[in-house]
T-cell receptor, first 116, second 109 residues
């Protein structure tokens, strides 16, 4: 149990376009999900906390207009990278916490974004 | 400030040797500490958490509040233990995790 999926697993796009990444909790509901960014050979950097039915909470230095987060249901959060540029190329990872628990986060497999 | 420090980027040992991956934290309060592992081409997964006080895959970690440490130990390393290990901290009031920079463990045959 407690499986989190991400789609797509990898995406290549042109500079200036927008890309949407989906994060789904497959066998549990998640009021809270998280989005991370991971650069090569580096640790995970928390970008934002996604809350179902309310606005996301962004970490300091993360542009909310650049990285749009929507958490419209208890099993789906989406991250849209708007007007992507090459510096946005990275590995994006989501995680989810089962609703009503103090459980730890379950992580998705990640999405590799390459902006040409 | 909340911070997790893993001083070693790479730890290389031979099979059967003891392993200790260091983790120190800075937090004003009572945090929860975790160790996560990421095997090659796999997702991040929880290895153990300090409140469970259990041994997973032969690994143990003891929270030392005096030294603000949560070192991960295993008496006899196996080749399949080779992976990236991340120490993480979570405050009691939030689900947010703060990760250390990670240590790559390489167990040689």
């Amino acid at each position: 149990g407690a499986v989190v999926s991400q789609h797509p697993s990898w995406v290549i796009c042109k500079s200036g376009t927008s890309v949407k990444i989906e994060c789904r909790s497959l066998d549990f509901q998640a009021t809270t999900m998280f989005w991370y960014r991971q650069f090569p050979k580096q640790s995970l950097m928390l970008m934002a906390t996604s809350n179902e039915g309310s606005k996301a909470t962004y970490e300091q230095g993360v542009e909310k207009d650049k990285f749009l987060i929507n958490h419209a249901s208890l099993t789906l959060s989406t991250l849209t990278v708007t007007s992507a540029h090459p510096e946005d190329s990275s590995f994006y990872i989501c995680s989810a916490v089962p609703s009503g628990t103090a459980d730890t986060q379950y992580f998705g497999p990640g999405t590799r974004l390459t902006v040409l | 400030a909340q911070r997790v420090t893993q001083p070693e980027k790479l730890l290389s040992v031979f099979k059967g040797a003891p392993v200790e991956l260091k983790c120190n934290y800075s937090y004003s309060g009572s945090p929860e500490l975790f160790w996560y592992v990421q095997y090659s081409r796999q997702r991040l997964q929880l290895l153990l958490r300090h409140i469970s006080r259990e041994s997973i895959k032969g690994f143990t970690a003891d929270l030392n509040k005096g030294e603000t440490s949560f070192h991960l130990k295993k008496p006899f390393a196996q080749e399949e233990d080779s992976a990236m290990y991340y120490c993480a901290l979570r405050s009691v009031s939030s689900y947010k995790l703060i990760f250390g920079s990670g240590t790559r463990l390489l167990v040689r045959p």
